[in-house]
């Protein structure tokens, strides 16, 4: 080997050593050690190289295969907007009775009590999704209702006094099942009881002007 490749080869030596084997990639360390015993050995400074080149390419790749994954194609991006909107619609709805009526008195609209199992109940989350998600039904609930929704999840975290509340109010509208829908009108009197519908936002909203008459 020439004197100008030794000084070379012990950096690239050291190089090796600190990224692949002292602070290696996850799953590289057991090659880095294999390369650097070879680069100690008879290896010429070109075959180190290309050592290194091969083990920066093992470790590097999976990174642009995620980032490409996870690119904000057109799809990817539909998708997440989706998601945002749908995120974004547990905003407007409330959970404290007392404050709801409140509300409704104020503003002079309906109260909607969503009596729900949001995270197990087949038919509360197509209504969900079918219905309450819907800019349809959400344009129309801002001007004339006030949303309440009384959960009583599986999985969900939920406050004990939430839980109290909830069932008080299971016990006093005697809901026999989700998902049921109670309507008030703005002084808190029950004008109507609702469930899921088919035909979409429309016909929901078509029932809901039916109580307000």
């Not at 680069?39 to 400074?45: C, I, L, P, R, V």
């Not at 949001?118 to 039904?137: M, R, V, Y």
Request: aromatic share 10%; net charge positive; hydrophobic share 40%.
């Amino acid at each position: 080997m020439g004197p100008s490749q030794q000084p070379a080869r012990t950096r690239l030596t050291r190089i090796f050593h600190k990224t692949f084997v002292k602070y290696p990639p996850k799953g590289l360390k057991s090659l880095g050690k294999l390369g650097l015993a070879f680069f100690h050995g008879k290896a010429t400074f070109f075959a180190m190289k290309i050592i290194l080149s091969l083990v920066v390419a093992f470790s590097v790749s999976p990174a642009i295969l995620a980032a490409e994954e996870n690119a904000l194609t057109p799809k990817n991006a539909q998708t997440k907007a989706k998601t945002c909107s749908l995120l974004k619609t547990d905003d407007v709805w409330m959970t404290d009775y007392s404050k709801a009526l409140e509300k409704a008195k104020a503003e002079k609209k309906m109260v909607l009590m969503d009596f729900t199992g949001s995270d197990w109940c087949g038919w509360c989350i197509k209504l969900d999704k079918e219905i309450f998600n819907q800019k349809q039904f959400q344009g129309y609930a801002d001007k004339n209702l006030i949303l309440l929704k009384l959960d009583f999840p599986q999985r969900k975290a939920q406050s004990e006094s939430e839980k109290k509340q909830n069932k008080a109010l299971s016990d006093q509208y005697k809901i026999e099942g989700f998902p049921t829908v109670i309507v008030l009108d703005s002084e808190g009197k029950q004008i109507g009881q609702l469930g899921y519908r088919e035909g979409g936002p429309s016909a929901f909203i078509a029932e809901l002007d039916e109580l307000k008459k």
